[in-house]
Nanobody, 122 residues
Framework: QVQLVESGGGLVQAGGSLRLSCVASGLTFSTHAMGWFRQAPGKEREFVTAIRWNGKSPDYADAVKGRFTISRDNAKSTVYLQMNDLRPEDTAAYYC???????????????WGQGTQVTVSS
């Protein structure tokens, strides 16, 4: 049974930082692409960033480029999202996802975590 468990969300003031973690189990983590997506109330789920199995050449949404950094530790089956200079518009539930191939599209990911809430106050 595949499980993705996110942690690290919370309430932070604008300009602050948070680091999200997502621990995977039940799959061969090192062969999967990993993505982070977010969904704000009343909005569709949107791409944030994704990373290849080997950690090379991640992509970022324009809205987070230069502020967020994705990384992974295959030995720990964990993917991270370092979020700096947070803004109120970053407020959303953040989800990690695992898929067999690198993609920026949510429909290409097979497995999803339950999400962790990030709230940024102004």
């Amino acid at each position: 049974q595949v499980q993705l468990v996110e942690s690290g969300g919370g309430l932070v003031q604008a300009g602050g930082s948070l680091r999200l973690s997502c621990v995977a189990s039940g799959l061969t983590f090192s062969t999967h692409a990993m993505g982070w997506f977010r969904q704000a109330p009343g909005k569709e789920r949107e791409f944030v960033t994704a990373i290849r199995w080997n950690g090379k050449s991640p992509d970022y949404a324009d809205a987070v480029k230069g502020r967020f950094t994705i990384s992974r530790d295959n030995a720990k089956s964990t993917v991270y999202l370092q979020m700096n200079d947070l803004r109120p518009e970053d407020t959303a539930a953040y989800y990690c996802a695992a898929g067999p191939a690198y993609s920026m599209l949510p429909q290409d990911y097979n497995y999803w975590g339950q999400g962790t809430q990030v709230t940024v106050s102004s």
